[in-house]
């Protein structure tokens, strides 16, 4: 009995990897996805919109700044050249569901992202780190390539798929045995979230390019939060890739990204 619910565990998996198997626009690598990006925008936005009103009831919403007016300037820039590059990229279909949000949130945290949808949301702590607009275009567009690059629906695919593994595993071999396996894929999901992040910054670089921001800021952008970073030698159990790795992929990748420069 035991041999035959492994056989339909193995079955099952491999299944469901080669049906949801979709392939990331920038990079080419295979994306394990159980749902379309499209399909997360509705409770993005939701998540979203929360968010920004509970900001706005704390008296946290800093748009009508100077920083919030430059945010929102180079926000402009770059959404207009996300949607150039899809509708160059046979992704032009996309375009209809980003319904561009910017609001900068007074926090001294030095942070930013980006929700399906086109919602972005910077911390203020972030705008002193960076200084100057190229700077925070390609942390911007950065965020934005995580949209771009579906790696939300990756995200959440693969959490769904752990979940199925690890209940599987529980029925097939014990409940500690299933722990340890939801350990371990934890882990190896870990690393994989470091590869989105180096696509994002491809992304990253190519928006902050098209939009007219000198892409070769992006690399002094990373030394910037690298500075601020207590311990950049071990990517082992980051999200991240280790700073130095990722300063050394963005001088890679920028004769790439200078072909989209124009001044």
Not at 46 to 74: D, E, V, W
Not at 100 to 114: P, Q, R, T
Not at 232 to 245: C, G, I, R, V, W
Request: proline residues 2%; contains cysteine.
């Amino acid at each position: 009995m035991r041999k035959s619910i492994k056989i339909f565990f193995l079955v099952l998996c491999s299944s469901l990897v080669i049906a949801c198997t979709s392939t990331a626009p920038l990079t080419g690598r295979s994306q394990f996805k159980l749902i379309s990006d499209e399909s997360l925008v509705a409770s993005s936005v939701n998540s979203y919109n929360q968010f920004i009103q509970k900001a706005r009831q704390q008296g946290k919403l800093a748009n009508n700044t100077n920083n919030g007016h430059r945010l929102h300037s180079i926000g402009r820039r770059i959404a207009s050249a996300v949607e150039k590059y899809m509708y160059q990229n046979g992704m032009g279909n996309r375009v209809q569901y980003l319904h561009w949000e910017f609001n900068l949130i007074e926090s001294k945290e030095v942070n930013a992202f980006a929700m399906p949808g086109g919602k972005i949301a910077f911390y203020s702590g972030i705008i002193p780190v960076l200084q100057t607009d190229a700077r925070i275009a390609f942390v911007m567009g950065h965020e934005i390539g995580h949209v771009i690059g579906g790696h939300h629906a990756e995200g959440y695919s693969n959490q769904q798929l752990a979940g199925l593994a690890a209940t599987l595993t529980n029925v097939m071999v014990g409940r500690a045995a299933s722990s340890l396996v939801s350990d371990g894929l934890s882990i190896g999901l870990l690393k994989f979230n470091r590869t989105q992040e180096y696509e994002a910054d491809k992304y990253g670089m190519i928006f902050m390019a098209m939009a007219g921001y000198d892409p070769t800021e992006a690399i002094y952008a990373e030394m910037k939060m690298a500075s601020l970073s207590e311990s950049s030698s071990s990517d082992f159990l980051s999200t991240h890739p280790a700073n130095e790795k990722r300063i050394a992929a963005l001088k890679a990748f920028l004769p790439e990204a200078m072909k989209y420069y124009k001044k």
